[in-house]
């Protein structure tokens, strides 16, 4: 499931951007959480991930980096 999620960022959202180890600032990513997988965007401090009913801000300490791209 993790790998589709990166395929599908990679091949939709994330062409034409260059991929990226070292997040930074207003950089997009696919990030692996307790509660699964998303999508998100990294404040410089911590990963913007869009729930059900909220936004949730995540530590970057709290998740792992399956994919990231600069925007």
């Keep these: 499931m993790a790998r589709d ?14 991929a990226t180890t070292q997040p930074a600032r207003g950089d997009i ?15 410089g401090l911590r990963w913007i991930i869009q729930g059900q009913r909220a936004l949730h801000f995540v530590g970057a300490e709290a998740v792992d980096v399956l994919g990231a791209w600069h925007v």
């Design 29 to 43: 990513g696919v990030v692996q959480i307790a509660m699964g997988f998303a999508g998100a965007i990294y404040t």
């Design 5 to 18: 999620l990166v395929d599908l960022w990679t091949r939709d959202i994330g062409e034409g951007l260059p």
